[in-house]
């Protein structure tokens, strides 16, 4: 079992920029693949990155890529979404979330764990 708990979610100008962190509890959280969705209101949630488990490999959804960048400090236990050059259609509650294993980062129904979300909001 791993518990997530995001922060560092807020209101943002566009073009600003935000740092959300996700600690997690558990002593083998180097053993778990990490990612960031976001679901806005009336919309399904959407991928928007993840770190391998093992070498830090990251991938983005095409819509944040080059502008957020996703990490994780094992020795801390925590991820870090860095999201830079923000955008009003970037507003939408944040979720980390954690699995076992290395394959299909990008869907988020393969995830085990969730953290309770944090929200972003962006204004123009």
């Known amino acids: 079992q791993v518990q997530l708990v995001e922060s560092g979610g807020g209101l943002v100008q566009a073009g600003g920029s935000l740092r959300l962190s996700c600690a997690a509890s558990g002593r083998t959280f180097s053993s778990y693949s990490m990612g960031w969705f976001r679901q806005a209101p009336g919309k399904e949630r959407e991928f928007v990155a993840t770190?391998?488990?093992?070498?830090?490999?990251?991938y983005y959804a095409d819509s944040v890529k080059g502008r957020f960048t996703m990490s994780r400090i094992n020795a801390k236990n925590t991820v870090y979404l860095q999201m830079n050059s923000l955008k009003p259609e970037d507003t939408a509650v944040y979720y980390c979330?954690?699995?076992?294993?290395?394959?299909?980062?990008?869907?988020?129904?393969?995830?085990?764990?969730w953290g309770q979300g944090t929200q972003v909001t962006v204004s123009s």
């Open positions: 979330a954690a699995k076992t294993d290395g394959y299909r980062l990008n869907d988020g129904a393969k995830y085990d764990y």
């Open positions: 770190i391998s488990r093992s070498d830090g490999v990251t």
